[in-house]
T-cell receptor
């Protein structure tokens, strides 16, 4: 099983600050997904990246897929308390089976 | 369209009891997944179905766990007998089976076994 490592594990920041979280592996992926899980809820898909070097934006969130398709980053500009949650990256090894990373738990303090 | 529905949202039971978790996937989705989430192990895939047929149950921890999907709109995950180490949040997810395997999760069932 390919391992997806996310860093940092935990992040606590003040409202308005910027942050970047990372998803790394030694393997090449055909696509990679980012999910956000709010406390007490299930993960919700944010974005899928499929092309090396691809950048996708979702309001204040910017997702980038590494050129070699082995890693990805999520940058949040001017974080808001509503951004609080667990951020998970995930890949599919085929046949619809998705493996999730270890997650980054983000807390944005008002 | 309604999302994935799970019941119950919370379950507290005593060790040795049978526990049944239920899931209704999004209508039209061909794939259904059962996951378990704990602080120590994160989000783990237990089993998934395609068109009501189990495809991969390699994540099911042991014979005490079983899952069924009698029709396209209903699935159950059963633990018998339950043990304290089964305490976790159990998620059901469904997928339309499109190219990038995007999944839609239910709100989860928090299981506590005392």
């Amino acid at each position: 099983t390919q391992l997806l490592e996310q860093s940092p594990q935990f992040l606590s920041i003040q409202e308005g600050e910027n942050l970047t979280v990372y998803c790394n592996s030694s393997s090449v992926f055909s696509s990679l997904q980012w999910y956000r899980q709010e406390p007490g809820e299930g993960p919700v898909l944010l974005v899928t990246v499929v092309t090396g070097g691809e950048v996708k934006k979702l309001k204040r969130l910017t997702f980038q897929f590494g050129d070699a398709r082995k890693d990805s980053s999520l940058h949040i500009t001017a974080a808001q308390p509503g951004d609080t949650g667990l951020y998970l990256c995930a890949y599919s090894g085929g046949y619809q089976k998705v493996t999730f990373g270890t997650g980054t738990k983000l807390q944005v303090i008002p | 369209d309604a999302g994935v529905i799970q019941s119950p949202r919370h379950e507290v039971t005593e060790m040795g009891q049978e526990v049944t978790l239920r899931c209704k996937p999004i209508s039209g989705h061909d794939y259904l997944f059962w996951y378990r989430q704990t602080m120590m192990r994160g989000l783990e895939l237990l089993i998934y179905f395609n068109n009501n047929v189990p495809i991969d149950d390699s994540g099911m921890p042991e014979d005490r766990f079983s899952a069924k999907m009698p029709n396209a709109s209903f699935s159950t995950l059963k633990i018998q007998p339950s043990e304290p180490r089964d305490s976790a949040v159990y998620f059901c997810a469904s997928s339309p089976g499109l190219e990038y395997y995007e999944q839609y999760f239910g709100p989860g069932t928090r299981l506590t076994v005392t």
